[in-house]
């Protein structure tokens, strides 16, 4: 069976810094890898993720996740925080099956601080 | 962008009373989902559902709960008796079909029993 584990449930940060929210997973098979991001009061939005192909992947609002197989890791990052990512961030795994159920981590808290 | 749209957004109901929560998929999507999310917990998989059948089910998803698609375009989450606690953010999820893994969630309906 497949798990995520997110290591890190809250992770306060002042704005500009640059930050990284930690992703483990656990399969006896190939999945594919995937952040979400849930603002306040609203629903899940997909940041990014990883098919296939370069183990570094770019997704929208500047952040980028590196999938690490060795480590079965696939940490998220970005350079520079904004008060607007303040949000909940999910890391998912899909089965080789692409229209397997999505399993999500715990999440991570991302507060950014002025 | 296409959007998956849930009504209503925000639901009251007593406890024991059967509510419906209803989700419009994308219109050329195949396959159909639903998750809940307790609030502070992480999102678990319910349901998912294809070609007008339940493909897979959570051990969550027990008597209580029935989805449908009466027509073309609803997909419905029915809870027949309600609990406490099944009060949750519920989110519907739709994806085009095996090759894409792009899945789309709705903006979720907040469920709360009282």
């Known amino acids: 069976a497949q798990s995520v584990t997110q290591l890190d449930s809250q992770v306060p940060v002042f704005e500009e810094a640059p930050v990284e929210l930690r992703c483990n997973y656990s399969?006896?098979?190939?999945?594919?890898l995937f952040w979400y991001v849930q603002y306040p009061n609203q629903g899940l939005q997909l940041l990014l993720k990883?098919?296939?192909?370069?183990?570094l992947v770019k997704g929208i609002n500047g952040f980028e996740a590196e999938f690490n197989k060795s480590q079965t890791s696939f940490h998220l990052r970005k350079p520079s925080v904004h008060i607007s990512d303040t949000a909940e961030y999910f890391c998912?795994?899909?089965?080789?099956?692409?229209?397997?159920?999505?399993?999500f981590g715990p999440g991570t808290s991302l507060s950014v601080i002025p | 962008e296409p959007e998956v749209t849930q009504t209503p957004s925000h639901q009251v109901t007593q406890m024991g009373q059967e509510v419906i929560l209803r989700c419009v998929p994308i219109s050329n999507h195949l396959y159909f989902y639903w998750y809940r999310q307790i609030l502070g917990q992480k999102v678990e998989f319910l349901v998912s559902?294809?070609?007008?059948?339940?493909?897979?089910k959570s051990e969550i998803f027990d008597d209580q709960f029935s989805v449908e698609r009466p027509d073309g375009s609803n997909f419905t989450l029915k809870i027949r008796s309600t609990k406490l606690e099944d009060s949750a953010m519920y989110f519907c999820a739709s994806i085009l079909d095996g090759n894409n893994y792009g899945y789309t969630f709705g903006s979720g309906t907040r469920l709360t029993v009282v």
């Open positions: 559902f294809y070609n007008n059948e339940i493909s897979e």
């Open positions: 998912a795994v899909i089965r080789g099956t692409s229209y397997d159920k999505v399993i």
């Open positions: 990883y098919l296939s192909g370069s183990t």
């Open positions: 399969s006896s098979v190939s999945v594919y």
